[in-house]
């Protein structure tokens, strides 16, 4: 079974702190994403990458970098976080070309800003 | 920009009842995708269905696409308390990411 593996499932951090969000991909998958979900909002896509090194600005970037040094790695960064930055963050991978591939989530990580 | 919309927003049914989703979008689309999330969870891919499609099955799950409409449906037929979640549809057009629709909750009462 693919397992897409993101480090912490809850957070709080406060306001201005920079916040690392990691997430590990076990199947060689070429894609990975991170997301994130707000109550009305449903998901929208920050940043995603198709290769070691690549990065692509999603719908919602600002705010946000990422970080893909290894195939199966891919950071969230929130450089300075702040109280509108609270929501739950999903991570998720996909093999091959982008189209008409089943996209793996992760758990998701419930991050808090005060 | 928000492509797919679920109808309805919610829904609750019984035990043993068929539950229909419906979603919409507004441009052509190379495929459809539903994704399911329990509460507080990550999603799960159920089914995914392409343009030249019109319908598939996979064990209690039913998808149509109707891509004149530019709509589909998901029915989970014989609902159990375990069916409840969230569901999402997810569009792909051309060669870009796919999104997410808002989602229909779905409860399922015993």
């Known amino acids: 079974d693919v397992k897409v593996t993101q480090s912490s499932r809850y957070l709080v951090k406060r306001t201005g702190e920079k916040v690392f969000l990691e997430c590990v991909q076990d199947?060689?998958?070429?894609?990975m994403f991170w997301y994130r979900q707000d109550p009305g909002l449903g998901l929208r896509l920050i940043y995603f990458s198709y290769d070691v090194k690549m990065k692509e600005k999603g719908d919602i970037p600002e705010g946000y970098s990422v970080s893909r040094e290894k195939k199966e790695r891919f950071s969230l960064i929130l450089e300075s976080a702040s109280t509108n930055q609270t929501s739950m963050y999903l991570c998720?991978?996909?093999?091959?070309?982008?189209?008409?591939?089943?996209?793996?989530f992760g758990e998701g990580s419930w991050l808090t800003v005060v | 920009s928000q492509q797919g919309e679920e109808d309805p927003q919610a829904l609750s049914i019984q035990e043993g009842e068929n539950a229909t989703m419906n979603c919409s979008y507004k441009t052509s689309i190379n495929n459809l995708q539903w994704y399911r999330q329990n509460s507080g969870r990550g999603l799960v891919h159920l089914i995914l269905?392409?343009?030249?499609?019109r319908e598939k099955h996979s064990g209690r799950l039913r998808v149509t696409l109707d891509t004149s409409k530019k709509s589909s449906s998901l029915l989970i037929t014989a609902s159990r308390a375990a069916d409840t979640a969230s569901y999402f549809c997810?569009?792909?057009?051309?060669?870009?990411?796919?999104?997410f629709g808002k989602g229909t909750m779905l409860l399922v009462s015993p």
């Open positions: 997810a569009t792909q057009v051309g060669y870009s990411t796919l999104t």
């Open positions: 199947m060689d998958h070429e894609n």
């Open positions: 998720a991978s996909s093999f091959g070309d982008l189209v008409g591939n089943t996209i793996y």
């Open positions: 269905i392409r343009s030249n499609e």
